[in-house]
């Protein structure tokens, strides 16, 4: 029997414009804007190496040409990048299903999915649960953070290991924190090149029974805008982030 690989590979989402981070995206892409010190992305990049994540795509669009001139091929955080060019491909990004659906030739069947503009320095890409992930059938598994204030309505419900999307009216808890595991069933149907959000897969899945999930342990912080940023980097330090 083939040795499992220390983990699966991981797709950082890296391809949107950042709108609300103007003026700061003008001239650089949101996941490459410095937190704690380092661009965003490096951050996930030493987490995914320490997690023994070895294969990495990241899809890209907007000012695209930057991601490879700072990250290169990823040898230096021990890792093997990928990119996947939406913006020269199919002149911008794709949306988040869209983007996973032309990443899926450089990813196989399961992996990680983490968006690159999202801070979480404690999370561990972890191995194990990796592996029990790919061992199931589930289409995805999600980690879900109580509602923050700029998504007040909420994503869906937690009821043991299962993620359910309540019916109209019934009260939405928790949020997606864009940090997933993914199989590549998530987004059947949705072709290379075309333009899909992830929110009618996730919604599907969870009313099939297929959505499994947990609460994010640890501080989560999404980065929208200049304020925003400017509040995680003056609570965050390097020695804050799980990087091994």
């Known amino acids: 029997m083939p040795t499992p690989p220390a983990n699966l590979p991981a797709l950082i989402l890296a391809a949107g414009r950042g709108a609300r981070m103007r003026p700061l995206t003008d001239s650089t892409p949101k996941p490459l804007l410095s937190v704690a010190g380092r661009p965003m992305i490096e951050w996930h990049l030493l987490a ?3 997690a023994g994540v070895q294969q990495v795509v990241v899809n890209t669009a907007w000012l695209e040409d930057q991601f490879p001139a700072t990250l290169g091929d990823g040898s230096r955080f021990g890792l093997a990048i990928h990119y996947s060019h939406e913006g020269r491909d199919h002149g911008g990004a794709l949306e988040t299903a869209g983007g996973i659906a032309k990443a899926l030739p450089l990813l196989g069947r399961q992996f990680w999915l983490v968006s690159g503009d999202i801070v979480a320095p404690g999370f561990a890409f972890d191995a194990a649960a990796a592996h029990r992930f790919a061992a199931g059938q589930d289409d995805a598994h999600l980690w879900l953070v109580p509602n923050p204030d700029f998504h007040a309505a909420g994503d869906f419900a937690l009821q043991g290991d299962r993620v359910r999307r309540p019916s109209a009216g019934q009260p939405r808890p928790l949020t997606y924190a864009n940090l997933a595991l993914v199989r590549d069933s ?16 996730l919604f599907a899945s969870a009313d099939a029974g297929r959505l499994g999930g947990a609460l994010l342990p ?27």
């Open 218 to 244: 640890g501080a989560w912080h999404n980065v929208g805008t200049p304020a925003q940023l400017a509040t995680v980097n003056t609570g965050l330090r390097a020695g804050d982030f799980t990087t091994g």
């Open 186 to 201: 998530l987004v059947a149907g949705i072709a290379a090149g075309q333009h899909a959000p992830l929110g009618p897969c």
């Open 48 to 50: 995914l190496a320490a």
